[in-house]
């Protein structure tokens, strides 16, 4: 009955939301009404625009021999966890329809993750759930090779890890895309997470807690199997009185296509997603750059939003 309930809320939400129509050449947003989507020479953007920060790399801009290697590292992850250590979206106890599981880039990168204050837990929870929650995360994780040298794999057939988020990120083209091309590089991808809806036509709107398993300055999805609808829906609301609204924005993601998430649309925005296959199988790539520290998702993320969204 939720699932249900919570499909047409999104629907309906999608069905008032403002179209993004976004830039062939840069991926970035085209003006929509109601705000200004041009950033500011440091690339914070706007405090008023909540879709600053997107960004869609279309099939044009991603090659079939890169969506090859895309799909060839989300397939290797799924084979080396196995759905049945795959960790649910949801957190143990809760729905385990949708999974994932991370592939993170060298065990240096999991040092690192474990060096910060990331715990790998849903943010409401706390004592033994939060506790089994991580067990079930850190049950969905495994090591990619870091080695970025494809002249010694023994199989030239797989894919070396480092070289396609390279690739990648020279599609999205950090600089022109007004991204930070320190963050939006491979030396600064944690993991790749790879997801699985498993039936679920939808993914509810939620926030990426950076210090937990949203952990990412910037993210990256990549849609492996099945098209969707992408919702923003901003943490802040305009007008007064009975006029206030909480602005949403939307966007079609095709199969083969990507999309970024930073700034305002990372920090300051739900993102929710609609499936166009009613069956649910759609796929999707994540791409975690970067760990916030506590006092940058304080100052980024955390004061933005009332503690009874976490």
Avoid at 92 to 101: E, Q
Wanted: aromatic fraction near 4%.
């Amino acid at each position: 009955m939720y699932e249900a309930r919570d499909l047409q809320d999104l629907l309906d939400i999608a069905a008032g939301a403002t179209v993004i129509e976004f830039d062939a050449a840069t991926g970035r947003p085209v003006p929509v009404s109601g705000g200004t989507t041009t950033r500011s020479s440091t690339g914070t953007g706007s405090a008023f625009d909540p879709i600053d920060g997107i960004v869609k790399i279309s099939a044009t801009n991603i090659s079939s021999e890169l969506m090859d290697d895309l799909r060839t590292v989300h397939n290797r992850i799924k084979a080396t966890v196995k759905s049945n250590d795959m960790a649910p979206w949801a957190g143990v106890g809760g729905d385990t329809t949708r999974l994932r599981a991370f592939g993170f880039l060298g065990q240096a990168a999991l040092d690192r993750l474990d060096a910060s204050s990331v715990r790998l837990h849903a943010v409401e929870k706390v004592g033994g759930d939060a506790d089994e929650d991580e067990r079930a995360n850190r049950r969905a994780i495994c090591i990619l090779d870091a080695d970025d040298d494809d002249d010694d794999k023994d199989d030239d057939t797989v894919p070396n890890a480092v070289r396609v988020a390279k690739d990648l990120c020279s599609a999205i083209n950090p600089a022109r895309a007004g991204l930070d091309p320190s963050t939006v590089c491979a030396d600064e991808l944690i993991a790749y997470q790879t997801n699985l809806h498993n039936g679920a036509q939808h993914l509810a709107a939620h926030l990426d807690w950076p210090l937990h398993e949203g952990f990412g300055r910037v993210i990256v999805t990549v849609a492996i199997r099945g098209s969707a609808t992408i919702l923003l829906i901003s943490g802040s609301t305009v007008g007064e009185g009975d006029d206030q609204v909480q602005p949403a924005f939307r966007f079609h993601l095709r199969e083969g296509e990507a999309y970024v998430l930073s700034d305002n649309a990372r920090n300051k925005t739900l993102h929710a997603v609609l499936a166009d296959d009613v069956g649910g199988t759609r796929e999707s790539l994540n791409l975690r750059f970067g760990i916030h520290t506590d006092k940058e998702a304080e100052e980024q993320i955390t004061r933005h939003w009332p503690a009874d969204t976490m």
